[in-house]
């Protein structure tokens, strides 16, 4: 995965502005990670930053037209179906956001890969996630399956792993 933008503090202005990114265009696949930038979220293994990991395609409009859709216009008001209500409450209740998009040449499995490596090394999935990705079912127990994933693929977990820690020693720059 390379960095394609970074967008240090998070508004609906300059999330709005991604659409017209080239790197964001049409049909480009990305991954990307909001995140606290100060303070931490107590998880059940230790404190983190990452708030929500998600995945983006648009085949008939810019790439980038997704992240306006996460954060509401308001606490209390929502704009459309793509907004995330955790994300956009940390947002209007003052935090400081920010946003990491990387290209990735898969972007089903690295968004998977991204949580289930948070999920290892935090305990839990980012706190605004609402949903966590299916691995192959083999088991009929969901937490079953999604550990013997995370075994079962240990070095790409690992390199998630190394992202999410690089993305958290960065954070605390800004």
């Not at 960095?3 to 696949?29: D, G, T, Y």
């Not at 954060?71 to 209500?85: C, H, Q, T, V, Y």
């Not at 290209?103 to 966590?132: F, W």
Request: charge should be positive; aromatic fraction near 10%; proline fraction near 4%.
């Amino acid at each position: 995965m390379e960095l394609l933008h970074h967008e240090k503090q998070v508004n609906r202005e300059n999330l709005s502005m991604l659409r017209k990114l080239k790197a964001l265009e049409c049909n480009v696949s990305v991954v990307y990670m909001y995140y606290l930038n100060s303070g931490a979220i107590q998880y059940p293994n230790m404190e983190g930053r990452t708030l929500y990991i998600g995945e983006a395609q648009r085949i008939s409009e810019p790439t980038g037209v997704r992240f306006r859709q996460h954060i509401s216009p308001s606490a209390f008001s929502g704009a459309d179906m793509g907004n995330n209500l955790a994300l956009s409450q940390y947002f209007h209740k003052g935090h400081s956001i920010g946003l990491k998009i990387y290209s990735t040449g898969n972007r089903k499995d690295d968004e998977r890969n991204l949580i289930y490596a948070h999920i290892k090394q935090y305990g839990s999935a980012p706190i605004c996630q609402a949903n966590i990705p299916c691995c192959p079912p083999r088991n009929r127990n969901r937490i079953t399956d999604v550990y013997n994933y995370i075994t079962e693929n240990e070095v790409m977990i690992n390199q998630c792993i190394d992202l999410l820690e690089s993305n958290s020693a960065t954070f605390s720059k800004y």
